[in-house]
Every structure is written in structure tokens, then in C-alpha cells.
């Protein structure tokens, strides 16, 4: 593997001084973007395309070939391992993914086995080692995983909920039950991100979308400890160094602490906690990565421009901060957003490292 010629990214989430903020997007790769949709076209569906290594490479690198990004992210979906469980994926238009067989039975839930990476999953693993060697050691990569909570929301649900009726009735009813998709769920992210790291991902990102629908008690329950059971048997060190792990709840602010205390190297933040405030919670503990609305970007650039400074300046010029939004970018967003974000984070983040 060649040698890396910008490494902020990483440095940042170890909380190394590093010269500016660096900055990378969640879905920086996708439907904003016109060459991402003319890819998409000649894939035929949206899982075509994640299964065909050449094409996720593809539309990886997209992104950084129109801005200066710090890092990539393998491109793909949470939901690979649930489908490698044999739940059945397919994509309904306009409904977005959906089971053709979710856990709704005992026997079912007990017979839920941990895929092999290595077998069901090769795709992604050949994806990831085809998309760093594309990279040739300009950026970093980061691979992910959907978080065990989360994953287990759509393989109970069977797709995405506007109430959750079906996984919290399970676990108020049989939380013996849901502890044991959580369980053999958090060994299959777990493998899963192991053998993309040992594929080449540089970073592994936990991505716990659906936490902040949970109570206090039931996030301390369901979804924390399986985040810390992920985290604590990621791979921490290859190729002569460090490999940072980022764990990130949407609406996961309230418990920020609790968060931050599990070992992950950063805690990513959505839009709602000043990041500033954040930052004195957590001390020195983790980076933070975070945590710009992605609706600024529907603003005119100069309020883009605006709104990232305000970003920057509450984290200060501390060290430990990774620049993105605060979830995934919006497909309405119009590209020319983008540069005006890139720029000004990288020209202010600098200023105020000189400063500081």
C-alpha cells in the first residue's frame, strides 16, 4: 500500500495538532451529485451498484474529484449485513429498502447467525481494497457499519418506521429476545468492520441512526452497550499505525458523556449541540466530528460560508475536530454548497489554528 500523503483526517480523530479542520461529508457520494446519478443509471439499482466493486469505486471517488476532501468513505449500505443474515433486501420505489423476511418469530430471531464477511459480504471487502488502491495514498478511507440497534430497527420493522412499534413492543415484551439480535448483530459488525479494515479502510465509523428514538433507560440498554461491545473488538493498529474508531447517535446529545466513555477514538455529533458546549463535556476524552445542518446548504454559499465559521469558531482551536455535518447530505443539495463549505473551512480553520 502506498504511503499516505495526507493524513489530517487521522491525526485529527487522535486529537494531533494538525495544521486546518479536516472535513469529509456522510453520503458524500450520492444523488446531489449528476455523475453519481449517471452511475446509478448504468448500474440498473441502487444494489447493483453497491455490489459491483468496480462501480462503488466509482462513485467513491467522485466526491473527491470535484472538492478537497480529507477523507473517503467506501460506498455502500448499512443494510449488507442484515441482507448477508438472509432477511432478503430489495428496494421498493418510493418506500425506500424494506425485508421481504423480517424477524417477526422466536424461532426465527434464535436461529439469526453472524454472516462471514468473507463469503457473503466479499463485494464489500473487494470494493474497499479496489477503492484504496484507486486512492494511491492521497486520502485516507473510512469504512463503516450500521450500529446493532439500528440494524435490528429494519430487521424487525422490515424497513425504515415512522413509530418503531414493532422493535420497542419486542423490546418491552421479550427484551431477552432483542438482546440476542443485538448480540449476534454486534459479532457481525464487529467482523464485518474487521475485514474492511483488513481490507484496506482506514478508519471504521459506527453509524447509530436510530438511536435518539429510544428513552434514556432503553438507549443505557439496547443500543450503548452494543456500541461499546463493537468498538471494544474493532482492529485498533494496522499498517504501522493507529486505526480511529468513530461512533455516532442521531439525536444521541443527551447522553453525550455516556458516549464518549466507551473507547471510541470520536463521537460524532448531529446538529442540535453546540459543538463549543460539547467540547467542554467531553474534555480530552474523544475528537468530535460535526456538526453543520445539511439544510445550510440549501442557503446561498455566502451563508454557508457563515454558518461553517460559526461551527469552527465554537470548537475553538483545539485540537480533535473533524468538520462534517450533522447527518447525511441532502440529495436536493446543490454542489456548488459544497465548494463554498470546503473552502471556508479549510481558509478559517487555518486562520484560527495561526491564532490560536
Not at 32 to 56: I, M, Q, V
Not at 266 to 271: E, I, K, N, S, T
Not at 343 to 353: A, D, F, P, Q
Amino acid at each position: 500500500m502506498s504511503r499516505l500523503r495526507n493524513d489530517t483526517f487521522l491525526r485529527a480523530l487522535l486529537r494531533e495538532p494538525t495544521d486546518y479542520t479536516p472535513l469529509w461529508l456522510m453520503r458524500q457520494a450520492g444523488r446531489y451529485l449528476p455523475e453519481y446519478c449517471e452511475t446509478r443509471r448504468r448500474a440498473g439499482s441502487f444494489l447493483d451498484l453497491c455490489k459491483s466493486p468496480a462501480l462503488a469505486c466509482e462513485v467513491t471517488l467522485q466526491p473527491l474529484a470535484r472538492y478537497d476532501l480529507d477523507a473517503a468513505i467506501l460506498f455502500s449500505d448499512i443494510l449488507t449485513v442484515p441482507d448477508a443474515m438472509g432477511l432478503g433486501l430489495y428496494f421498493a420505489e418510493g418506500e425506500g429498502p424494506r425485508f421481504e423476511r423480517p424477524l417477526r418469530s422466536e424461532w426465527e430471531i434464535r436461529n439469526l447467525t453472524a454472516p462471514d464477511p468473507h463469503a457473503e459480504l466479499q463485494y464489500v471487502m473487494d470494493a474497499v481494497s479496489e477503492i484504496r488502491r484507486a486512492l494511491d495514498g492521497s486520502v485516507p478511507l473510512i469504512g463503516f457499519s450500521g450500529s446493532p440497534w439500528t440494524l435490528a430497527c429494519y430487521m424487525v420493522e422490515g424497513g425504515s418506521s415512522s413509530d418503531y412499534r414493532q422493535i420497542k413492543t419486542l423490546a418491552y415484551s421479550r427484551p431477552d429476545l432483542l438482546h440476542h439480535i443485538l448480540g449476534v448483530t454486534a459479532d457481525a459488525v464487529v467482523a464485518y468492520l474487521n475485514a474492511q479494515i483488513e481490507s484496506g479502510a482506514q478508519a471504521a465509523m459506527v453509524f447509530d441512526s436510530w438511536g435518539g428514538v429510544l428513552s434514556e433507560a432503553a438507549y443505557h440498554e439496547f443500543s450503548l452497550p452494543y456500541l461499546k461491545r463493537v468498538v471494544d473488538g474493532l482492529i485498533r493498529e494496522r499498517e504501522d499505525r493507529r486505526v480511529p474508531s468513530i461512533v455516532f447517535t442521531k439525536g444521541g446529545g443527551l447522553w453525550l458523556e455516556s458516549i464518549a466513555a466507551i473507547g471510541a477514538d470520536a463521537v460524532g455529533l448531529d446538529w442540535t449541540m453546540d459543538i463549543g458546549r460539547a467540547r467542554t463535556l467531553v474534555g480530552d476524552r474523544v475528537a468530535l466530528q460535526g456538526n453543520l445542518d445539511p439544510s445550510i446548504l440549501f442557503a446561498p454559499p455566502e451563508v454557508v460560508a457563515a454558518e461553517a465559521r460559526r461551527v469552527l469558531d465554537a470548537y475553538g482551536p483545539h485540537p480533535g475536530h473533524v468538520f462534517n455535518l450533522g447527518h447525511g447530505i441532502s440529495q436536493f443539495t446543490p454542489p456548488e454548497s459544497v465548494s463554498a463549505l470546503v473552502e471556508t473551512v479549510h481558509t478559517h480553520s487555518r486562520k484560527i489554528r495561526s491564532q490560536g
